[in-house]
């Protein structure tokens, strides 16, 4: 697809006088349900303010336009290998992550809103990483259970005491937010090594081409600067003589993630390094170049803990630097985000963040949490036995989708094997209720049709500035009436415009 | 330039070049397969495996039979060197390879140069070598061969002059060394025969390094051993030569290793000297008519020392010999 075959339904200024409407016209297999807050239509079935133009334009579409526009933007994705590596019993495979070519809108208002609370959890965060690994008030004061803290294998000892540069933690932050009708509330945080920014900046290109006379009509804010903040972010978190050499410390390509570790490092002009490309010496991290070794002053890590050093952490690692903690300690590279940062996006943890909130900043949350029970505690337990058929469960480490529990998509039989796993190892899990997840439009299987969403936006932290994608990955269910939105449980993912001026005038 | 980068693109350079010489004989070869004697052929796909370093699957044969197996054999054996995923040095598994290389590059290569090699590569992959036989034999090879040189333009058009840029040079070079100089060996030694048996023309030779029309131009139509082997060894406007291949090389260390191109030469340097003075003295009697069964069995050895020497110079040398003064 080029910028030059728009489709002809993108028009700037479509006549907006016959809005489409939920239910005909193109819109027939649109089925608006009052359960679920709808990011196009209010309850009515008329087009919000803020989806007029696009529903407008959207009801003018063919399926067949629809459908080319889709297939272009995969062929894109595949070509350019926008892919993440799956793999197999036997291999890998290359897939791309489907993408939905309708994008989500959010007002100005919407999005500050969100924006204020993601500031507020990561600024809180960050104080509580502080706190657990120094004087550990929160822990005494009884804000946090200490066993819960201590216990967690995602803390590391290793880091007590040791002073992190300005005390930032977390400097990468990638926040799932979700919207019901009681507003928008954050279901997970994700702290360690967050991914999908690639896929929120390719589906933005990609929506550019699809769309070029919308997008531009439409006031949205650019998401396209975030290399270059995120290399500033990198950069600020030390001090330097000169310009900091930065490295991507990668698995390398066979990572699910790698193109997004390849992106980012192209974008900012850093290094990407695997472990093997590093070495230690005299407590200086060097790289191996051409023309001998250089010295790397950051380190963007997305390798997990575990596989970092393994002279320090798991000594089967082939992945990690050996000495590269000891460098660390003893302040000759930083390392993004910090070891040990795991603890704080614990799903246990996670019950406790606006509780954190209150003692650290003296504040209310902004965004809420999602209702937690936490199977640690004999009420919470005997909760989430009596109502396994009306939860979601999950374990405290788990991630991706995987090793939950869907209660009311569950059969009995998994129900039992599931409360098995509970009653043997109650502290490994989590309950929540199954949330109403709002729905976007998408465009499936030849129509478009209403399907669940979330969106994770990336949150920057640096000495003196915290930076906000205005924008994120959007994800999707794409299996109707499916709440798992994780790619590796067949979601995609849509671009999010976030507008500058709130509504956009008629 | 991180080293293990570098190494890639180095890689790269060199599967793409292997991929596109092996497409270039094929090329020659099947479009033979319409008039030329069965004996012939025989010892042309004798003097390509030989030529590319590998085995036959099957071996070709002269005798009166021969003509009844001609296209039987010829899709068996091309086959091999084009979609074989098992032979390693099949045309599939170079770009497959190559494009491994490539996808841990992606911040140092352009995206039209990603994107040109990874459409190319879907090509290929799902390329219906039986349909496309069917269409004409020679076609496949010539798409591949098109293809390739595509990419190399699009490199040539959007890579900036850097490191990475030189070690895929590099690379291209000191195969296409390695290639051409097993090229010539092949052909003069098995290539030709005494008396009636089957032999190559050294017209054929000059065709598949796409320099005939160049020698009869500036040489004469009449074409014999010694000045045609010469002219393939030592003229430097030619790019398939051994010539312009070694002076690439020579330029390509100056731009990656300055230092190491002053005296004290560095190793690399040094061998590119010995590889260069090879060249220009006749390394396989090349002014004689008849020849005596030389060959050009010292370059090849040097050639590959090459590959050694920069392997332990710039991607794999000891820690204690890389740290900052």
């Known amino acids: 697809m080029t910028a030059s075959r728009h489709a002809s339904f993108d028009r700037a200024y479509p006549d907006v006088s016959q809005p489409g409407v939920a239910g005909s016209g193109g819109f027939a297999h649109y089925e608006v349900d009052a359960r679920f807050y709808d990011e196009m239509f209010r309850e009515d079935g008329t087009l919000r303010g803020v989806s007029r133009r696009l529903g407008t334009a959207l009801s003018r579409a063919s399926p067949e336009d629809l459908a080319q526009l889709q297939e272009g933007v995969a062929r894109r994705f595949i070509h350019e290998g926008i892919t993440f590596t799956v793999i197999g019993a036997d291999e890998a495979s290359e897939q791309i992550i489907p993408i939905d070519c309708v994008p989500r809108l959010l007002t100005a208002d919407e999005w500050d809103h969100i924006d204020r609370g993601l500031r507020q959890r990561l600024t809180a965060l960050n104080l509580f990483l502080r706190d657990i690994y120094h004087e550990g008030r929160s822990l005494r004061d009884g804000i946090v259970p200490p066993d819960l803290v201590l216990g967690c294998p995602q803390y590391r000892v290793e880091m007590r005491g040791l002073q992190v540069p300005n005390d930032i933690y977390v400097s990468v932050c990638g926040t799932d937010v979700v919207r019901t009708h009681a507003g928008f509330a954050v279901l997970e945080d994700n702290l360690r090594v967050p991914s999908g920014v690639s896929y929120m900046l390719a589906c933005r290109v990609a929506m550019k081409q699809a769309f070029p006379r919308l997008y531009r009509a439409h006031n949205v804010r650019e998401i396209a600067r975030y290399p270059e903040q995120l290399y500033a972010t990198l950069a600020s978190l030390g001090s330097w003589a000169g310009t900091p050499r930065v490295a991507v410390l990668s698995p390398g390509r066979y990572n699910s993630a790698y193109y997004e570790h390849a992106f980012l490092a192209g974008e900012m002009g850093a290094d990407l390094v695997e472990g093997r490309d590093l070495v230690v010496h005299d407590g200086i991290v060097y790289a191996r170049t051409v023309t001998g070794l250089r010295r790397i002053d950051v380190i963007y890590r997305r390798v997990d803990d575990d596989f970092l050093d393994p002279v320090t952490f798991r000594s089967d690692s082939l992945l990690g630097v050996p000495g590269l903690f000891h460098a660390y300690r003893a302040g000759n590279v930083v390392i993004a985000n910090a070891p040990g940062t795991g603890v704080a996006d614990d799903k246990a943890i996670y019950a406790y963040v606006p509780d954190l909130i209150r003692y650290f900043l003296d504040e209310e949350p902004i965004l809420a949490n999602v209702e937690t029970h936490l199977c640690r505690t004999r009420e919470g337990l005997a909760y989430t036995l009596d109502n396994l058929d009306r939860l979601v469960v999950k374990e405290v480490g788990g991630s991706g989708g995987y090793g939950m529990l869907v209660g009311p998509h569950s059969t009995a039989a998994e129900r039992d094997r599931y409360a098995a796993r509970l009653r043997s190892h109650p502290d490994n899990f989590i309950s929540q209720p199954v949330l109403d997840l709002s729905r976007a439009m998408c465009f499936v299987e030849g129509n478009l049709e209403p399907r669940h969403v979330d969106v994770r936006p990336f949150v920057l932290r640096g000495r003196s500035d915290t930076w906000i994608a205005p924008g994120g990955l959007c994800r999707v269910a794409l299996r109707r009436g499916g709440l798992v939105v994780n790619s590796s449980q067949g979601g995609g993912c849509k671009d999010l415009w976030v507008l500058r001026d709130g509504q956009v005038p008629d | ?325």
């Open chain 2, 1 to 325: 330039m991180l080293a293990r980068a570098a190494a890639d693109f180095y890689w790269m350079g060199r599967y793409f070049e292997r991929a596109e010489h092996t497409a270039r004989l094929l090329r020659y070869q099947l479009a033979r397969l319409v008039d030329t004697p069965a004996g012939e052929l025989a010892v042309g796909w004798r003097v390509i495996y030989r030529a590319l370093g590998q085995s036959a699957p099957i071996t070709p044969t002269v005798t009166d039979e021969a003509e009844s197996f001609l296209l039987a054999d010829a899709y068996t054996l091309a086959a091999s060197l084009v979609e074989e995923t098992t032979n390693p040095d099949s045309i599939i598994r170079c770009w497959t390879t190559a494009r491994d290389n490539a996808k841990q590059l992606r911040p140092w290569l352009p995206v039209r140069v990603w994107t040109c090699l990874n459409q190319g590569f879907f090509w290929l992959r799902d390329c219906d070598f039986p349909a496309a036989w069917a269409t004409g034999p020679a076609g496949l090879a010539g798409e591949a061969t098109d293809r390739l040189r595509l990419l190399a333009g699009v490199v040539e058009a959007r890579m900036p002059r850097d490191d990475a840029w030189r070690f895929l040079e590099l690379g291209r070079f000191v195969e296409r060394l390695q290639h051409q100089a097993a090229l010539l060996d092949a052909w003069d030694r098995i290539g030709q025969a005494p008396g009636d048996a089957p032999s190559l023309s050294w017209a054929g030779l000059l065709r598949v390094c796409a320099a005939h029309e160049f020698y009869c131009r500036t040489h004469s139509m009449v074409i014999r051993r010694g000045p045609a082997l010469a002219f393939l060894a030592r003229n430097p406007e030619l790019p398939q030569s051994l010539c312009f291949a070694v002076h690439r090389i020579e330029k390509l260390l100056a731009g990656i290793d300055p230092r190491g191109a002053r005296y004290p030469l560095a190793a690399p340097h040094r061998m590119v000297l010995r590889l260069s003075a090879t060249v220009e003295t006749d390394p396989a009697n090349q002014n004689d008519a008849e020849g005596d069964g030389g060959s050009f069995e010292a370059l090849l050895k040097d050639s590959r020392a090459l590959h050694g020497i920069t392997v332990s110079t710039y991607f794999d040398y000891p820690v204690e010999a890389g740290l900052p003064s």
